[in-house]
């Protein structure tokens, strides 16, 4: 029987994979890199704080949302004097001309703040703490998926790079080993446990996630909402977490089977991306089903059916679902069968 998957190509462009940053690794473990970086002309910093993007206050309103930029040499003596996570993103071009971005992770300020008045510490570090609360005031603080519909590919790969690290900086604290604190390390790329006697590196945790555009023998697609959506309008595709011990075409037959019922068949590698809500890899696959009777688990996803391109459309149009944000590999994967993207 011809295959439903047999003209599917992989994704030809996904938002959150657009960054065309050179990481330079080999410089992360130069000596005061940060330091010496944000001394450059031609470094920038951008600023990321709970999970959250800093923009410029007037962004919202203008139709080209861009991230608020901060000279290096600005936030250099805050940086040195404070233990927050500086992130070394990379290099646009060679040299001493190249255009350099750090990313600052100031989650966490106020209670530093807090800290540092209460231990009547050194004062330049309470006015490096107060300047950076001041500037963070006057700055917009946007979630990644409200800035990718009108920003560029470049500072969504910045974006992307700098919540990606900082959300894991925000969740891991202490050595899981031993149960000293940590320290960034490999200009924010990593962790350093700060026990002599131990001293191991840890490096981001990344969450494998698969995601499932499933379709039937007529080309038909499932869509399902989700218990956990807060939209109740919104439907979306199959998609759950990688178990321990299990391969990604497994989880992607486990999680249609747990969520609706739904066995499948083929399966074909679609593309991937970084989720960074707080930590997840999407990988995105296309699979033909091999039943079509649904049954809903009830628990994780609450309703689903089939639809033709037509039906969804209808859908769409009527306002009785609307589609995954611009940001979702899912939105790029839905885009795909219907054949034409969704505004
Ligand atoms: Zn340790």
């Not at 071009?93 to 350099?100: D, N, T, V």
């Not at 924010?188 to 001293?199: E, P």
């Amino acid at each position: 029987m011809f295959s439903p998957l047999a003209f599917t190509q992989t994704l030809p462009f996904l938002p959150l994979a657009q960054g065309d940053i050179s990481y330079e690794i080999e410089r992360r473990n130069e000596p005061g890199l940060i330091a010496q970086l944000l001394q450059e002309p031609h470094t920038h910093v951008i600023l990321v704080r709970n999970g959250l993007l800093a923009v410029p206050r007037d962004a919202q309103r203008s139709p080209h949302t861009r991230l608020a930029t901060l000279p290096g040499s600005y936030v250099s003596a805050a940086v040195q004097a404070l233990p927050i996570a500086a992130m070394y993103l990379g290099a646009y071009g060679k040299g001493e001309q190249a255009e350099r971005v750090i990313a600052l992770n100031l989650t966490g300020l106020e209670g530093l703040a807090q800290e540092l008045k209460e231990s009547q510490e050194a004062q330049y570090s309470v006015e490096a703490v107060t300047m950076l609360l001041r500037a963070c005031a006057q700055l917009t603080w946007m979630d990644l998926r409200s800035f990718v519909p009108h920003a560029s590919s470049r500072e969504i790969g910045q974006a992307t790079t700098a919540l990606s690290l900082a959300n894991w900086h925000d969740r891991q604290h202490y050595c899981p080993a031993c149960g000293a604190p940590t320290v960034p390390a490999h200009a924010g790329w990593a962790q350093r446990c700060t026990n002599a006697d131990d001293g191991r590196e840890l490096f981001p945790r990344v969450e494998p996630a698969v995601i499932t555009a499933i379709v039937d023998q007529d080309d038909r697609l499932l869509v399902q909402h989700n218990a956990a959506w807060s939209n109740p309008l919104l439907y979306s595709v199959s998609a759950g977490f990688v178990e321990a011990g299990e391969n990604l075409e497994h989880a992607a037959r486990r999680e249609a089977f747990e969520e609706t019922g739904i066995e499948i068949g083929e399966v074909k590698y679609l593309g991937s991306q970084p989720w960074p809500f707080p930590g997840s890899l999407m990988m995105a696959f296309k699979a033909v089903a091999k039943t079509t009777d649904i049954h809903v688990d009830n628990v994780e996803t609450v309703a689903a059916e089939w639809v033709t391109r037509e039906e969804y459309m209808r859908a769409l149009v009527t306002g009785r679902m609307e589609p995954p944000v611009k940001a979702a590999i899912a939105r790029v994967m839905i885009e795909q069968w219907l054949g034409h993207t969704v505004e």
